[in-house]
T-cell receptor, first 111, second 113 residues
């Protein structure tokens, strides 16, 4: 699986968009980009995933660059409840094995 | 539909004691996983299962055993607990599809004295 690089921490004002970057310069053509988050002490929660096209769901949007070497998770209107550690994971779709969780980005949403 | 549940929520063990952590899912998922998370770290895979009756080692399997006798349950056993096994343990499950959407349980906090 390709390695990912994320900033260790970010701040965001409540009500503003939170843009969380992820670099995955060694990603291969059949690898998906997944985002999970972990709110304090809880189990990780799936947010969104994509292969090459931008994706949007009720939680967030995922923007993947054309060369697929980086992506951005966008929380359009961050709330205090979005304070969490956000993990960017790159993985071949359909693999039997596990997701590899790095240290992620600690997002702090401030009033 | 309870999703993924874990039993117990919290446990204190003495070094050398044994215990079993239970993970149950009601989503008819094929794949199940056990992870551990230490302070300030990401999750690390202990063991996983791709179906009833099957198990496989993950990144940090030493000191743990698992069993998947029923599709809905995945048990994690510690035969002789050590302080290094103090951690938060998360179970997860997912469908056998091309996507990697794993559903996680609430976690079990284990303290080994």
């Amino acid at each position: 699986d390709a390695k990912t690089t994320q900033p260790p921490s970010m701040d965001c004002a409540e009500g503003r968009a939170a843009n969380l970057p992820c670099n995955h310069s060694t990603i291969s053509g059949n690898e998906y980009v997944y985002w999970y988050r972990q709110i304090h002490s809880q189990g990780p929660q799936y947010i969104i995933h994509g292969l090459k096209n931008n994706e949007t769901n009720e939680m967030a949007s995922l923007i993947i660059t054309e060369d697929r070497k980086s992506s951005t998770l966008i929380l359009p209107h961050a709330t205090l409840r979005d304070t969490a550690v956000y993990y960017c994971i790159v993985r071949v779709g359909g693999s039997q094995g596990n997701l590899i969780f790095g240290k992620g980005t600690k997002l702090s949403v401030k009033p | 539909n309870a999703g993924v549940t874990q039993t117990p929520k919290f446990r204190v063990l003495k070094t050398g004691q044994s215990m079993t952590l239970l993970c149950a899912q009601d989503m008819n998922h094929e794949y199940m996983y056990w992870y551990r998370q230490d302070p300030g770290m990401g999750l690390r895979l202990i063991h996983y299962s791709v179906g009833e009756g099957t198990t496989a080692k993950g990144e940090v399997p030493d000191g743990y055993n698992v069993s998947r006798l029923k599709k809905q349950n995945f048990l994690l056993g510690l035969e002789s607990a050590a302080p290094s096994q103090t951690s938060v343990y998360f179970c997860a499950s997912r469908e056998w599809t091309a996507q990697e959407t794993q559903y996680f349980g609430p976690g079990t906090r284990l303290l080994v004295l």
